[in-house]
């Protein structure tokens, strides 16, 4: 049943209502621009740093990339961490400053947006010589390690990840360059899935999860005075520094080989075309067949058309890739393999297969290496 109030308790009601309200404002009044100020302390660089445990980042990492993808997860998966152990200032950053970093950057496949978010957050945490340091170790791991990882693998088959939508052990592949582009692609070739599939989600899901929580081991290390750098570069980057460095061309800032960045330069698998329009598709047998070290392949366009090109041994995973998505126009084409993987390394004899892709046409030829 409602209850009416007489005008003599509407009144005084009324009166004790603003009274509260006169006292508020007043007491706001008397706080000095300084203690308004006091709720968002300020914090000097580098912010504090308390040693966090890289399986717990892993699992956030992971978790957080289908929320907003994998620079906020690698960044926000180290951040919230914090922000449980330490508290502010880490409680006041909003992970959602590295959604930029997605797809290697707005999806323009430049560095690895795990790799971009873990490496802001060491900055965070780190003074310009540290981070570079840290830095360099986290993306020279990056290029050479097998994504996901076993780890990784591991715990979405036990569920120890909070998101399950994907449970099984994904394909491994390593793409041996810190850009997104190539670690992407470098993967679906291998594992046979598309960009747009579940599983090649999934499989970058875990390796923000894997990037945050190798980045927390170096800040551990760090923290605990005993970081000593383990990566080497390979000497192919020694090799096209030599030519490109500062002690001859000078032309080049960078700690990538030429591969890892743009392909061959050197024209060591160049595309050379050859008279006459065919009729169909097709992909010739390689000459000579059995080789070493080198060899020739010839293949043919009907009509323009995007081409995919690519060598892989005998258990299925890519060795090189000649051709990556490229348009051809209608013609006769042939091009070499000097007997290298995508990382300049030589490849051992035996067998190899080439595989061709230019719209429905799909074609493998059988070759041998020999000593």
């Not at 797809?103 to 790799?115: F, K, P, R």
Request: aromatic share 10%; proline share 5%; net charge negative.
């Amino acid at each position: 049943m409602s209850q009416t109030l007489t005008r003599k308790e509407f009144i005084t009601s009324a009166a004790k209502y603003a009274a509260g309200i006169s006292a508020g404002v007043a007491g706001l009044s008397l706080l000095s621009p300084e203690k308004t100020k006091a709720t968002v302390q300020q914090y000097t660089w580098p912010w504090p740093y308390q040693k966090l445990d890289p399986e717990h980042v892993r699992v956030l990492g992971h978790d957080s990339f289908w929320e907003k993808a994998c620079s906020y997860a690698a960044f926000k998966g180290i951040i919230h961490a914090l922000a449980e152990t330490v508290g502010e200032p880490f409680t006041l950053m909003p992970p959602e400053i590295m959604i930029f970093g997605h797809g290697g950057g707005a999806g323009w496949g430049t560095l690895c947006g795990a790799l971009n978010g873990a490496s802001a957050a060491i900055c965070l945490v780190t003074d310009k010589e540290t981070s570079d340091k840290l830095i360099n170790e986290l993306i020279g791991w990056y290029t050479q390690t097998e994504f996901p990882t076993d780890k990784s693998n591991e715990y979405a088959v036990n569920h120890v990840f909070v998101d399950q939508r994907y449970d099984q052990a994904l394909p491994q592949s390593l793409c041996g360059s810190p850009l997104c582009h190539a670690s992407v692609t470098e993967w679906c070739i291998a594992s046979g899935f598309k960009v747009s599939d579940t599983e090649r989600k999934e499989r970058c899901a875990r390796l923000a999860g894997d990037v945050a929580a190798y980045a927390v081991e170096l800040l551990n290390q760090h923290f605990d005075s005993v970081f000593t750098p383990i990566y080497v570069p390979p000497e192919s980057i020694a090799a096209c520094m030599s030519c490109h460095g500062a002690s001859f061309q000078n032309n080049v800032a960078a700690k990538m080989e030429c591969m890892q960045c743009h392909g061959d330069p050197h024209a060591t698998t160049a595309v050379e075309e050859m008279p006459g329009v065919p009729a169909s598709f097709s992909l010739e047998q390689n000459y000579p067949n059995p080789f070493n070290p080198g060899t020739s392949i010839q293949f043919s366009v009907a009509n323009a058309e995007k081409v995919d090109l690519a060598i892989y041994d005998i258990r299925g995973r890519l060795v090189r890739t000649l051709v990556d998505h490229e348009l051809y126009s209608p013609g006769q084409y042939t091009l070499s393999w000097d007997g290298t993987d995508n990382h300049g390394r030589r490849v051992a004899s035996g067998v190899y297969f080439t595989k061709m892709q230019a719209g429905k046409f799909v074609a493998t030829r059988k070759m041998s290496m020999v000593k």
